[in-house]
């Protein structure tokens, strides 16, 4: 088992930046990745962003450019900063741990909520 530990989220106006961050429980290093995904409202759990073990990350079309996501090993850690927010930014914000293809771990989510 992963525990996952989020914080971060908050309150912010459009064009703000939130920064959130992610503990795990054990090692990330060889994870296969660890990653963020967001669920607004009315919606289906969407991917927002992912790194893999080698370092690569990928980024969903609408946060590219404003997203950036980044990982520390040697705190377990990782990070999404978010930059130049807007109102359909809003939504729960879940990690999300892949020791292998055969697991999936999630955090309980924290609220990001943009104001326009």
């Known amino acids: 088992q992963v525990q996952l530990v989020e914080s971060g989220g908050g309150l912010v106006e459009a064009g703000g930046s939130l920064t959130l961050s992610c503990g795990a429980s054990?090692?990330?290093?060889?994870?296969?990745?660890m990653g963020w995904y967001r669920q607004a409202g009315g919606h289906e759990r969407e991917f927002v962003a992912h790194v893999t073990s080698n370092g690569d990350t990928a980024y969903a079309d609408s946060v590219k450019g404003r997203f950036t996501m980044s990982r520390d090993n040697a705190e377990n850690t990782i990070y999404l900063q978010m930059n130049n927010l807007k109102p359909e930014d809003t939504a729960v914000y879940y990690c999300?741990?892949?020791?292998?293809?055969?697991?999936?771990?999630w955090g309980q989510g924290t609220q990001v909520t943009v104001s326009s």
């Open positions: 054990q090692a990330i290093r060889r994870f296969d990745s």
């Open positions: 999300n741990a892949r020791p292998t293809f055969l697991n999936d771990y």
